[in-house]
């Protein structure tokens, strides 16, 4: 027995030190971006150079018809009771759940403050009044690097909701990483409006869906769930944009040890899709985070040529006026004294109006540019570097580095 603890409290050390580091990673990452003196987002600025700082978690919404058990994995994930489960489906709205270092409910507005690019959300009426977050202390899992959008029951019928729960689902699904729909055997697992919307969904976000028969373990014997998996496969496969071979909806259900079943659970092929996105999201951020380097360095290296371009082309510009006047003999300069003053500003009106001098950087504006090259290609390029070598420390050994 005390083997079997030593084993999970070792598994557990280990999951905990793998988080650290990939958090550690997408925090630095965001911090190279956002750093008020040096961050690439004010150097893109400088430059014309629109440039999104990377988020430091993945979103992940979970959707389905009402009693499906959106709320009830959000808890088993965290372990923690922080959603509650079978609440009526009128009182019910867009509830966040986050990692933070205190326990706390924030309303709509706070949530906003919180989430400032879900701001839109707010144009769609009624919404913001059915949004709230919930910060959770738990480390469990990858939960710090994951941020749950538990969206409302879905039914069909004269159901009135207080918003354009279609329309806020679809937006949602934007920026969300991955997209659980949740089917209830027990329950309206082919409810019209889920299927609509899941439909619009993957119109654009194909690649972020992923389907589970939720509560399995309620389904009846393994004839009954295999029914109900075929009924719900075949209308799904009705519309035109599921139809899809290889559709694949494992089974799921929350693990009781006081109420053991011989269904298959495949729970925790969900934490696996979680851990999988999440260490895609951190390739794509490193990967982004040179590209981002590449084309400061690039936009650098064009302004100071279009400079030196410039300079080269007033240089030339002004040399007829200059060689005009190398030509006077030196004998004949008191003849000509007298023209001189004549001469040389028709001369500069002559220059002006044939030869238009281009923009030049001034000396600081280019010393500054320079900088910034410098700053990007010694400073954040080998940051990333240092960051792509420890996540990739986590799954392999250091002499392959």
């Known amino acids: 027995?005390?083997?079997?603890?030593?084993?999970?409290?070792?598994?557990?050390?280990?999951?905990?030190?793998?988080?650290s580091v990939n958090e550690k990673i997408l925090k630095r990452c965001h911090s190279l971006y956002t750093d008020s003196e040096n961050g690439l987002v004010n150097i893109g600025e400088s430059l014309g150079m629109k440039i999104l700082p990377p988020r430091k978690k993945i979103n992940v919404m979970l959707m389905g018809n009402h009693s499906a058990g959106k709320s009830s994995f959000i808890n088993w994930y965290i372990e923690e009771h922080v959603q509650r489960t079978g609440v009526a489906i009128e009182t019910q709205g867009f509830t966040f759940i986050t990692n933070g270092r205190k326990r706390e409910s924030l309303t709509g507005n706070a949530t906003l403050h919180l989430y400032p690019h879900f701001k839109a959300l707010q144009d769609i009426e009624g919404v913001v009044d059915y949004l709230n977050t919930e910060i959770?202390?738990?480390?469990?899992?990858?939960?710090?690097?994951?941020?749950?959008?538990?969206?409302?029951?879905?039914?069909?019928?004269?159901?009135?909701?207080?918003?354009?729960v279609n329309e806020t689902i679809l937006w949602l699904g934007d920026l969300c990483d991955l997209i659980f729909v949740f089917f209830d055997p027990i329950g309206q697992a082919l409810c019209k409006r889920t299927l609509n919307i899941v439909e619009r969904l993957?119109?654009?976000?194909?690649?972020?869906?992923?389907?589970?028969?939720?509560?399995?373990?309620?389904?009846?014997?393994?004839?009954?769930?295999?029914?109900?998996?075929?009924?719900?496969?075949?209308?799904?496969?009705?519309?035109?944009?599921?139809?899809?071979?290889?559709?694949?909806?494992?089974?799921?259900?929350?693990?009781?040890?006081?109420?053991?079943?011989?269904?298959?659970?495949?729970?925790?092929?969900?934490?696996?899709?979680?851990?999988?996105?999440?260490?895609?999201?951190?390739?794509?951020?490193?990967?982004?985070?040179?590209?981002?380097?590449?084309?400061?360095?690039?936009?650098?290296?064009?302004?100071?040529?279009?400079?030196?371009?410039?300079?080269?082309h007033n240089f030339q510009a002004k040399a007829p006026t200059t060689a005009f006047w190398e030509m006077v003999d030196e004998e004949n300069q008191l003849v000509i004294l007298t023209c001189v003053l004549v001469a040389s500003g028709l001369c500069l009106i002559l220059s002006r109006y044939f030869?238009?001098?281009?923009?030049?950087?001034?000396?600081?504006?280019?010393?500054?540019?320079?900088?910034?090259?410098?700053?990007?290609?010694?400073?954040?390029?080998?940051?990333?570097?240092k960051l792509y070598s420890e996540y990739l420390q986590q799954s392999v050994s250091e002499h392959d580095l």
């Open 202 to 312: 993957n119109e654009k976000h194909s690649d972020r869906i992923r389907f589970y028969l939720s509560k399995a373990d309620e389904a009846g014997q393994e004839s009954d769930r295999q029914r109900v998996l075929m009924q719900i496969v075949q209308e799904l496969c009705k519309r035109p944009g599921l139809n899809k071979t290889g559709f694949e909806m494992p089974t799921i259900y929350i693990p009781n040890p006081n109420k053991p079943s011989r269904c298959t659970n495949q729970i925790e092929d969900v934490c696996k899709d979680i851990e999988k996105t999440i260490n895609q999201t951190i390739q794509n951020t490193l990967n982004q985070l040179e590209r981002d380097c590449e084309q400061i360095s690039s936009l650098v290296d064009q302004a100071i040529k279009i400079d030196d371009d410039a300079r080269q």
């Open 355 to 385: 030869n238009q001098s281009k923009p030049t950087l001034q000396r600081r504006s280019k010393k500054a540019l320079l900088w910034k090259q410098e700053f990007v290609n010694t400073h954040v390029r080998p940051e990333k570097q």
């Open 1 to 19: 027995m005390s083997g079997k603890i030593k084993q999970r409290n070792a598994a557990n050390t280990s999951e905990s030190a793998t988080t």
């Open 136 to 164: 959770s202390t738990s480390k469990q899992k990858k939960f710090s690097l994951v941020t749950f959008i538990d969206t409302p029951g879905l039914v069909d019928g004269d159901m009135k909701y207080p918003f354009d």
